[in-house]
């Protein structure tokens, strides 16, 4: 249900910023350590476009990797979140980034 809330919150930023032109396609980042589902941030955007009356948008939900910086120095990017540090093998990181879910673009028609 997390992901309503954060669906809601990127779809009333679109409409604010549409001006009430109608909003074709959004691009949205998701994080991976975001802890926003993109499946169930797409069927909400979804079902909150709906029930506006307006149609849905494309959605490009990009995942991009996180930026980690390991315990023995290595700073490196990760895919999946149980991947280990390519230069030790180890687990133990401070994530640097991945923990956001953005809106990064939008495309608007009159």
């Keep these: ?7 809601e ?14 909003v074709e396609a959004l691009t949205i980042s998701v ?3 975001s802890g ?8 909400y955007l979804q079902l909150i476009f709906e029930d506006h009356g307006l149609a849905a948008p ?3 939900l990009q995942k991009p ?3 980690c910086l390991c315990e023995c120095g290595c700073e490196h ?3 999946r979140a149980m991947e280990p540090c390519p ?19 939008m495309e608007v028609v009159s």
């Design 1 to 7: 249900m997390h992901e309503f809330s954060v669906a």
């Design 9 to 22: 919150g990127l779809a009333e930023a679109a409409l604010e910023h549409a001006a009430g032109r109608r």
């Design 31 to 33: 994080g991976l350590f």
């Design 36 to 43: 926003v589902f993109a499946d169930s941030l797409a069927f």
């Design 58 to 60: 494309r959605l490009d």
């Design 65 to 67: 990797p996180a930026r």
């Design 77 to 79: 990017a990760i895919a």
């Design 87 to 105: 230069s030790c093998g180890g687990y133990h990181r401070k994530v640097l980034e991945g923990r956001d879910c953005m809106l990064v673009s």
